[in-house]
């Protein structure tokens, strides 16, 4: 059995850890549950193999203490604390842990931490960036536009992970022309004992490097569909894929909510047209008003160059925001390609909306534009 202590000020927390690594065949006897005051100097001798750090309840003292950690000892690393909390993974990560542990998911999130570390395959250096696409109302083009942003992602990175999340109308399968064994609804209605492994083989890979998670087949699955499965599975996901893209619908129900708060990037998808400029007004006036803050906001203009559009200045007048994107009309190539379940970036990607849509994922990508 190979040495592990924990330092942990959150009494409940350190008895469960020392459960779940005695399991996992970790010596941690009750004097190795330190707390983060003089931490560092008592492992000074220990030459400990793992540390188990608890963040809570003061996450600063717990990040100063990991990073003292790094620059004393060689041993390997985790971080256990809120995984909601993406600025805390991110420093953690940052700080030189090894990986991060959920702990609201203690027991099934450190077993799989430990099979990583024990086969070398522990997470991403930072969790992967979630970006939400989301119209105002339908016929926005919205579905079409997250399928070709993270097939460009997935170009760019190795893979992507699109989650489907247009639960009565999803049509991202069709899109890719994929046939998915499982779906979101599987996958939340076994939440309690989801895993990296059944996360998974939930997911269905296109050849472009996309992974979708598909939305429900049947409508009577998505009562299935809730927001703690969706919190489990979106954790693994930023765990495993360096861009998530999720394509929303505007039910503004809780688990769609719940992405709107912990998206790194809103893409909201709208046409220059009274009716979506209305829809997309008051879903940024919601959105403001449940806490989502307008900095994160994209306002993209699809199929723009229609005749009859209201001029771009007076959109922008009405939303009170900048339009940060446009991406041209071009039906035929869009339908042909969506017809074939191909993405267009991949069937015409000479065609200017192609080329419009590269630019868009690049612009929440970070990366340099095409010419």
């Known amino acids: 059995m190979s040495q592990a202590f924990i330092i942990s000020d959150h009494e409940s927390i350190g008895p469960k850890i020392r459960s779940a690594l005695a399991t996992a065949g970790q010596d941690c006897p009750a004097a190795h549950v330190i707390g983060l005051e003089n931490s560092i100097t008592r492992l000074g001798q220990a030459h400990p193999e793992l540390v188990v750090v608890v963040s809570s309840p003061d996450q600063e003292r717990a990040l100063a203490v990991l990073g003292e950690l790094r620059n004393k000892a060689t041993c390997r690393v985790l971080v256990v604390g809120p995984a909601s ?45 979630m970006i939400a696409v989301l119209s105002a109302s339908g016929g926005c083009g919205s579905s079409t536009l997250a399928v070709n942003v993270a097939t460009v992602l997935a170009k760019a990175h190795k893979s992507s992970l699109l989650v ?34 059944m996360f998974e083989r939930s997911l269905v890979r296109h050849t472009s490097g996309v992974h979708l998670l598909a939305s429900p087949q049947a409508l009577s699955d998505i009562p299935h569909v809730n927001p703690e499965g969706i919190r489990q599975a ?41 009716t979506s400029l209305r829809n997309t007004r008051r879903t940024i006036d919601h959105l ?84």
């Open 85 to 129: 909390d993406s600025r805390l993974v991110l420093r953690a990560l940052r700080g030189g842990a090894d990986d991060f542990v959920d702990e609201l998911d203690l027991e099934n999130e450190l077993k799989n931490a430990l099979i990583r570390l024990q086969s070398g395959t522990t997470t991403l250096q930072e969790p992967g960036k």
């Open 288 to 371: 403001e008003q449940v806490g989502v803050s307008r900095d994160r906001f994209r306002l993209v203009v699809n199929r723009y160059g229609q005749s009859q559009e209201v001029p771009a200045s007076k959109a922008e007048e009405a939303l009170g925001m900048k339009i940060h994107h446009y991406v041209p009309d071009d039906p035929k190539t869009i339908i042909r390609a969506n017809n074939n379940g191909v993405p267009v970036v991949i069937e015409s990607p000479s065609a200017k909306v192609s080329k419009s849509v590269y630019n868009l994922a690049v612009s929440v990508n970070g990366q340099k534009k095409s010419s």
């Open 164 to 197: 489907d999340m247009k639960l009565e109308t999803g049509d991202l399968a069709s899109l890719l022309d994929l046939k998915p064994t499982y779906t979101l609804a599987n996958l939340c209605q076994n939440a309690t004992r989801m895993d990296r492994v």
């Open 234 to 274: 979106l954790s693994l996901a930023r765990n495993l894929f360096p861009y998530i893209v999720l394509d929303l619908d505007h039910s503004f129900r809780p688990e769609q909510t719940q992405v709107l708060r912990v998206a790194d990037v809103i893409v909201l998808v709208f046409r220059l047209e009274f």
